[in-house]
Nanobody
Framework: QVQLVESGGGLVQAGGSLRLSCAASGNIFSVNAMGWYRQAPGNQRELVAV???????NYADSVKGRFTISRDNAKNTVHLQMNSLKPEDTSVYYC?????????????WGQGTQVTVSS
């Protein structure tokens, strides 16, 4: 079994910054892509940013230039540095990881962390 534990959410004023972290643990052989998604009430879950194990990155257009995704392969962790936050960034942010265990490959989700940006 694999667990993803997120941290770093909270309340911030518009223009402020937050840093989200996610640590994968458990029966892990290796981790492929890791990423962050978000889902606001009434909306579908959407991709925010993703990073491969080769550190290639991809961002949603709405966060380009403001958010930076990074990872520590030795610790199976992924971070999302969020700067210049806007009220429309308010959402529950979910960590995602594509994990190779012994004998299988599976996609895991964290429990979500709330980010609230006040105007």
């Amino acid at each position: 079994q694999v667990q993803l534990v997120e941290s770093g959410g909270g309340l911030v004023q518009a223009g402020g910054s937050l840093r989200l972290s996610c640590a994968a643990s458990g029966n892990i052989f290796s981790v492929n892509a890791m990423g962050w998604y978000r889902q606001a009430p009434g909306n579908q879950r959407e991709l925010v940013a993703v990073i491969t194990n080769g550190v290639s990155t991809n961002y949603a257009d709405s966060v380009k230039g403001r958010f930076t995704i990074s990872r520590d392969n030795a610790k199976n962790t992924v971070h999302l540095q969020m700067n210049s936050l806007k009220p429309e960034d308010t959402s529950v942010y979910y960590c995602n990881a594509d994990v190779n265990t012994i004998g299988q490959r599976y996609n895991y989700w964290g429990q979500g962390t709330q980010v609230t940006v006040s105007s």
